[in-house]
């Protein structure tokens, strides 16, 4: 690992802990768990500019971070099993070649979508809950999800232009 990969990597965990501790300084949403995934922009950027092994480190860093920092047991648990889905998403899309036709609008909100049903199973498997959880809680998770993925997406289109990528990829 190069000095400047490395020092890349610190600078989106270092923006993905800040718009964490900055999200969690919010009122909550009306849904119980939901949040609007600001530290996703960190991410998703890091992820697509840097590649898929960088942003799967910042990923679990952020989560295992905030996790110690501010949350409990629980919610580490929610959170890398939400972070996990995530990353395979992330993996799937990249090998698909999904990047390539979609904005990061559509990924944050696959990703969005892919972090609640992790979340849903870890809480199915935890409390166990079957369908029912997936029924009753999951369409406004999801729904909310999708508004605050593609929320996030068009900020990590803005930002990613911004830092220099083309059409909102430019992956290395």
């Not at 110690?68 to 929610?78: N, V």
């Not at 609640?116 to 029924?135: D, F, K, N, T, V």
Request: overall charge positive; charged content about 10%.
């Amino acid at each position: 690992m190069t000095v400047r990969r490395l020092t890349t990597d610190a600078m989106y965990l270092c923006a993905a802990l800040m718009l964490a501790f900055l999200e969690s300084l919010l009122p909550p949403l009306p849904v119980p768990g939901l949040k609007l995934g600001l530290a996703n922009l960190a991410v998703l950027c890091c992820s697509y500019g840097a590649g898929p092994a960088d942003g799967a480190a910042v990923a679990f860093s952020r989560c295992l971070l905030m996790g110690l920092l501010f949350g409990s047991g629980t919610s580490l648990l929610f959170s890398l099993t939400g972070t996990t889905a995530v990353v395979c998403m992330l993996c799937l899309l990249r090998l698909a070649g999904a990047h390539r036709c979609f904005s990061f609008i559509g990924i944050s909100v696959l990703t969005a979508c892919a972090h609640h049903l992790g979340q849903l199973l870890c809480a199915g498997l935890l409390y166990g809950w079957g369908r029912e959880i997936l029924s009753a809680y999951g369409g406004g998770l999801f729904l909310a999800g999708t508004v605050c993925g593609v929320l996030t997406g068009w900020m990590a289109n803005v930002l990613f232009r911004r830092l220099g990528g083309k059409r909102g990829f430019s992956i290395a």
